[in-house]
């Protein structure tokens, strides 16, 4: 079967100067935060969703695709962890096995913020049932989720919800996620998905 390599492109869309040396792992930058630099390995598997250097792609007509998209990671990751001063940062894609389903997974070790932003709509000057973008909660895990314009006083339809970025976040840790495909309608899995991560890494 041929892979929509599209969409798994579409699923990638998405140094502090150190000084005193704690542990091996800790620093303190130059604004006097320690930074932690303990590496990150990510979970071979997350759910369902293989971590992509884990997946055979060898019958998908592209297999010389992966290694460009383990090198885009790979960048991606220094550039992630530049934004929060030189963190320990990990940019890794997952998916099932025919691709079609994707997770772009985004774990640093520096906080971030909760719940997630959404600027703010008057959804009911416009006669809407809801806004067309919220932030919702699943525990620790926040999201934000696209809604289908529905008419005030109408119920919202089959699928209406679709996830554009989940986080879960300490002093010392966040997981971010955005998924590709028909995960994004289930909110409350991509949150699932994200404690999984969560608890995986130490």
């Known amino acids: 079967m041929r892979v929509p390599w599209a969409l798994l492109m579409a699923g990638l869309g998405g140094l502090a100067t150190a000084g005193v040396v704690v542990g091996g792992a800790w620093v303190l930058n130059t604004t006097g935060t320690y930074i932690d630099k303990q590496p990150i390995d990510p979970p071979a598997r997350v759910g369902a969703y293989l971590r992509y250097d884990k997946i055979d792609v060898r019958s998908s007509g592209r297999p010389d695709i992966q290694q460009k998209i383990l090198e885009q ?30 997770l772009s997974v985004q774990i640093y070790r520096a906080p971030s913020a909760h719940p997630l932003y959404v600027p703010y709509e008057d959804y009911q000057r416009y006669r809407l049932a809801k806004p067309t973008q919220s932030a919702e909660e699943f525990g620790e895990v926040s999201c934000v989720v696209r809604n289908d314009p529905t008419p005030a006083g109408q119920p919202p339809g089959p699928n209406g919800t679709h996830t554009s970025l989940c986080s879960r976040t300490s002093k010392a840790l966040t997981v971010e996620v955005r998924p590709v495909g028909d995960l994004a309608d289930q909110p409350d899995d991509v949150a699932a998905l994200v404690d999984s991560l969560w608890n995986a890494i130490t």
């Open 73 to 102: 990671n790979a960048k991606s990751s220094e550039l992630l962890s530049q934004a929060h001063g030189g963190a320990a940062a990990v940019v890794q894609l997952y998916a099932g096995r025919d691709l079609r389903q994707q």
